[in-house]
């Protein structure tokens, strides 16, 4: 596979794995809240909420995969563990670091969620919340389709949905299902 190939698709993964997480996101508030979404039942939109995250992850790491193996990106292995050491970019390329890691913890909990109980596990899956602006300001600082109007249109989307998920989410009337 040529490196354009390559670079064209690591970039497309972490375009669409933005997209998934902010989704997730949204999806992740309305299954805390335990109301149905449109005409799905609760265990629809949590089924959803967890295929899409599963999805996310799939996608950051073919996004990680494909950089790391194109020769333009210059990503070195110590790139995928301590942040902003990068050549290109160190600070936004640091930034995808550190998402990447949050995830990780956010997936490690999810697998051991039976395990941990739903406080330990509620607790670190608010990580996501802090996951979700680090991906998407690595997504503004370190993308090379930032100038682009199809890009921009596409992070203002994901902005709004992840926004508006959480205005309802912190709005007073908001009331979560302990079961979930």
Not at 7 to 27: D, E, H
Not at 134 to 143: D, F, K, P, Q
Request: with cysteine.
């Amino acid at each position: 596979m040529s490196s354009e190939a390559l670079w064209a698709l690591g970039r497309g993964n972490g375009i669409v794995a933005l997209v998934f997480m902010s989704l997730s996101v949204a999806l992740g508030i309305a299954t805390r809240s335990g109301r149905p979404l449109l005409a799905l039942p609760r265990f629809g939109v949590a089924d959803i909420h967890r295929f899409v995250a599963l999805a996310a992850v799939l996608l950051v790491a073919l996004h990680f995969g494909l950089l790391f193996m194109d020769p333009y990106a210059k990503l070195k292995l110590i790139d995928t563990v301590v942040p902003f050491l990068g050549a290109y970019r160190p600070m936004w390329q640091g930034l995808g670091t550190v998402a990447v890691d949050l995830l990780i913890v956010v997936v490690i909990t999810s697998l051991l969620r039976h395990r941990l109980g739903p406080r330990v596990f509620r607790t670190v899956h608010w990580t996501a919340y802090l996951l979700w602006p680090i991906a998407m300001a690595h997504a503004l600082g370190n993308g090379t389709d930032v100038g682009h109007v199809w890009f921009t249109a596409i992070a203002a989307a994901c902005g709004v949905v992840v926004s508006a998920s959480l205005a309802w989410r912190l709005r007073a009337n908001y009331t979560e299902y302990a079961n979930v």
